[in-house]
């Protein structure tokens, strides 16, 4: 049985995601309220899995994340990317005629607002998690209340679906980076079966700098498939530069690292692992 820390409760995206990628696997979740306690469970337990959100396709990168992953000293063993689907959901007694509030995490409102404009009176309130406002209403009787979250939240807890699909864009795909101790990442993904590598650096102050690091990737063939520069706090217009690389032969993939490391300083390698390809 896999441990998986998760930020959110049963019924999460970060739930659903964990199961989707260890499908078939017997896990036992480990259900934080925050990402920075995802991490605080895998330092505390070298064995704990962390799973943990990095950007979306709409909302952009969670920057903090970035952060904690790079301070925990943890290594990137995957990835899975999720489609993200919403459902207004009610107590089984509750219909259209009787519903008058909707409960939902900020980023699930901002996903659905056009669909909620659709229902002017409908009360709009924030909550910290789409899966536990689904939990509130049904532990806590609430008539007239509806949640929006995913389908699986809805039946998890009992409620009924008024409409499933009502996110205004239907290509919102969330990744999650599945993180591990270093001892334990080779045994949780073969370094052979790898195509994608997540990178951390800094570069001098000079100019050029960042342009001779891509230059080397591209000679050494490296599909660069993301770029995210964070501040680093202390030291003006100096940056953090974390990079997403994919691969098809592992010794060219190292022989590109090697090439840019008398550029960078301080960089690390997140992680190698296989890159996720989603099924709509």
Not at 192 to 202: A, P
Request: charged share 20%.
């Amino acid at each position: 049985m896999k441990r998986i820390a998760i930020q959110g409760i049963t019924g999460s995206f970060h739930d659903i995601a964990a199961h989707q990628f260890y499908e078939g696997e017997q896990l036992q979740l480990i259900c934080c309220s925050t990402f920075e306690q995802v991490f605080v469970e895998m330092k505390a337990d070298p064995t704990v899995i962390g799973m943990t959100a990095i950007e979306n396709t709409i909302a952009g990168s969670l920057l903090h994340n970035y952060d904690l992953l790079r301070e925990s000293g943890a290594t990137v063993v995957g990835e899975h990317k999720l489609h993200i689907t919403h459902c207004i959901c009610c107590l089984p007694d509750d219909s259209w005629e009787t519903v008058t509030e909707v409960h939902s995490h900020p980023v699930a409102l901002m996903q659905t607002r056009h669909y909620l404009e659709a229902h002017p009176k409908l009360r709009i309130i924030e909550t910290d998690d789409t899966a536990g406002a689904a939990k509130m209403i049904a532990e806590g009787g609430h008539r007239g209340w509806a949640a929006i979250c995913h389908a699986e939240a809805a039946r998890l807890y009992g409620l009924k679906v008024l409409e499933d699909g009502i996110e205004d864009n239907k290509h919102n795909f969330t990744r999650f980076l599945i993180c591990s101790s270093p001892q334990k990442a080779d045994m949780l993904r073969p370094l052979t079966e790898t195509n994608k590598s997540s990178i951390v650096f800094s570069l001098p102050h000079e100019e050029g700098s960042l342009s001779q690091v891509l230059s080397i990737l591209s000679f050494y063939k490296m599909n660069l498939t993301k770029i995210q520069s964070l501040p680093i706090i202390g030291h003006e217009w100096e940056y953090l530069f974390y990079i997403d690389v994919t691969y098809d032969n592992l010794t060219r993939y190292r022989q590109s690292i090697d090439a840019i490391i008398p550029l960078t300083r301080e960089l690390r390698i997140l992680g190698e692992y296989k890159s996720h390809t989603p099924q709509h």
